[in-house]
């Protein structure tokens, strides 16, 4: 059984920093294409960034180019998010989410599973 939980959210002033985690059980994580995603009050969800498989190619939203930084620690099965220079429009709640890298791989549509998500608040 798939199951992926999210930690890491909270509210913090604009212009600081939060690491997002989330712990990935019950299948073979390196087999796996990983993102995060988030999704606003009254806003549809996005693609926040994403890391394939193994961690050979990455994507960045543009609005999130190098501020934010996606990594994994396969041997723990966790995917990070590093989220820096922190913005009030960042504030969303925040999901992680597993596929089998099919399509467009970072798009969320091809995402099968998903964690419950963390909300992220960041005040101006």
């Known amino acids: 059984q798939v199951q992926l939980v999210e930690s890491g959210g909270g509210s913090v002033q604009a212009g600081g920093s939060l690491r997002l985690s989330c712990a990935a059980s019950?299948?073979?994580?390196?087999?796996?294409?990983m993102g995060w995603f988030r999704q606003a009050p009254g806003k549809e969800r996005e693609e926040v960034a994403a890391i394939y498989r193994s961690g050979g190619r990455t994507y960045y939203a543009d609005s999130v180019k190098g501020r934010f930084t996606i990594s994994q620690d396969i041997a723990k099965n966790t995917l990070y998010l590093q989220m820096n220079s922190l913005k009030s429009e960042d504030t969303a709640m925040y999901y992680c989410?597993?596929?089998?890298?099919?399509?467009?791989?970072?798009?969320?549509?091809?995402?099968?599973?998903w964690g419950q998500g963390t909300q992220v608040t960041v005040s101006s």
């Open positions: 019950g299948y073979t994580y390196s087999k796996y294409c």
């Open positions: 989410a597993a596929s089998g890298c099919g399509g467009t791989w970072y798009v969320g549509s091809n995402f099968n599973y």
